[in-house]
């Protein structure tokens, strides 16, 4: 085990989320560190490095693993899967069916959502919105206010 849930909670959307704490060293997370805000364990693998900071939120059946990273005021939901090396930051939002894996990068205002899955080397951020059943690659990058589906 990496980490606990924590008696700290709060409440998003009806939901009750509790704050996770760092049960021992790994990567660059320290023993007690506290971390992002998850439903249930099933949404933060105990295997791997992945870990969730800040007022991160992971809740209904999305799972964060591997070695993915999740900073800052992002949220991931639904069935929403971050995985590998993947890292999300700022106030993002992943959810519906969404994949972010590889070496993929989310930040700023950015939204991925429905069958999107973003891979690769790419880079979405900004206002950018990727939805439906689209693929973003390699080293694409998408920014500013730019909408695919």
Request: charge should be positive; hydrophobic fraction near 35%; glycine fraction near 10%.
């Amino acid at each position: 085990m990496k980490y606990k849930l924590t008696k700290n909670k709060k409440e998003i959307f009806k939901t009750t989320l509790y704050q996770i704490q760092a049960l021992k060293d790994f990567s660059n997370v320290k023993k007690g560190e506290l971390g992002g805000w998850i439903e249930k364990e099933k949404n933060l693998s105990q295997d791997g490095d992945c870990w969730i900071y800040g007022n991160t939120s992971i809740s209904k059946n999305a799972w964060v693993y591997g070695n993915a990273r999740v900073f800052e005021n992002a949220q991931v939901y639904g069935n929403a899967r971050v995985y590998e090396d993947a890292c999300i930051c700022g106030d993002v939002r992943i959810y519906g069916d969404a994949s972010i894996y590889g070496n993929a990068r989310v930040f700023g205002n950015a939204r991925v959502f429905e069958n999107a899955s973003v891979s690769g080397n790419a880079s979405i951020y900004g206002n950018a919105c990727i939805c439906g059943d689209v693929r973003i690659y390699g080293d694409a990058n998408v920014s500013g206010n730019a909408r695919i589906s």
